[in-house]
């Protein structure tokens, strides 16, 4: 199947620092990837859709200054959280589909802790 | 109304139990279907797709009903690493995912 690779694994960060996570399509071209946030014990909640050449399109109360993805190839996409706070700290995680309306791959996930 | 909807559980079988998941789903327009495996600290992986006719694969049986807005998954012989939450995955126009908020499953010896 196809491979979506996400990096870091986990990352822990000072207060007020911004990350950086990558979302790599290994073996397919992806002009559309989705990035979503997990909180222990509740299921994925959709963030922001990532286009490949254009603007991201955040769900609503996402701040898009807060949470920048940029998609500058067909087989990137990043999420950089910006100006970090405890109540960043989360399980992020891409997913991307081969062709519309087939399944989604998801990357491994960032577990991001913010002190 | 939650767009996907699904028992959280957690459903406690022992080893070799039979046990179903339901989930449903309120945009009648939604066009395709899947259940994903979540193990804990884990990213979802795909189980299967669900299609109308139904599918089987090995001890996983998935059926859909499209009149009642209505998606099933049935485990046989249920095994200790069959532990995990199960989500129930709608795909809508755009490309676009909704998860139900997942049904946590352990089995016991």
């Known amino acids: 199947g196809a491979v979506v690779s996400q990096h870091p694994s986990w990352v822990i960060c000072k207060s007020g620092t911004s990350v950086k996570i990558e979302c790599r399509s290994l073996?397919?071209?992806?002009?559309?990837m989705f990035w979503y946030r997990q909180f222990p014990k509740q299921s994925l909640m959709l963030m922001a859709t990532?286009?490949?050449?254009?603007?991201?399109?955040?769900e609503q109360g996402v701040e898009k200054d807060k949470f920048l993805i940029n998609h500058a190839s067909l087989t990137l996409s990043t999420l950089t959280v910006t100006s970090a706070h405890p109540e960043d700290s989360s399980f992020y995680i891409c997913?991307?589909?081969?062709?519309?309306?087939?399944?989604?791959?998801f990357g491994q996930g960032t577990r991001l802790t913010v002190v | 109304r939650k767009e996907v909807e699904q028992d959280p559980g957690p459903f406690n079988v022992p080893e070799g139990a039979t046990v179903a998941f339901n989930c449903t789903y309120s945009?009648?327009?939604?066009?395709?279907f899947f259940w994903y495996r979540q193990d804990c600290r884990k990213e979802p992986k795909l189980l299967m797709s669900?299609?109308?006719s139904g599918n089987e694969d090995g001890r996983f049986t998935a059926q859909l009903n499209r009149a009642s807005q209505y998606i099933s998954l049935l485990i046989r012989d249920s095994k200790l690493s069959d532990s995990a939450t199960y989500l129930c995955?709608?795909?809508?126009?755009?490309?676009?995912?909704?998860f139900g908020g997942g049904t946590r499953l352990m089995v016991k010896p």
């Open positions: 073996d397919f071209q992806a002009t559309t």
């Open positions: 995955v709608v795909l809508n126009a755009g490309n676009m995912l909704t």
């Open positions: 997913s991307a589909s081969r062709s519309p309306n087939t399944e989604a791959f």
């Open positions: 669900v299609y109308s």
């Open positions: 945009n009648s327009a939604s066009q395709s």
């Open positions: 990532s286009n490949e050449g254009s603007k991201a399109t955040y």
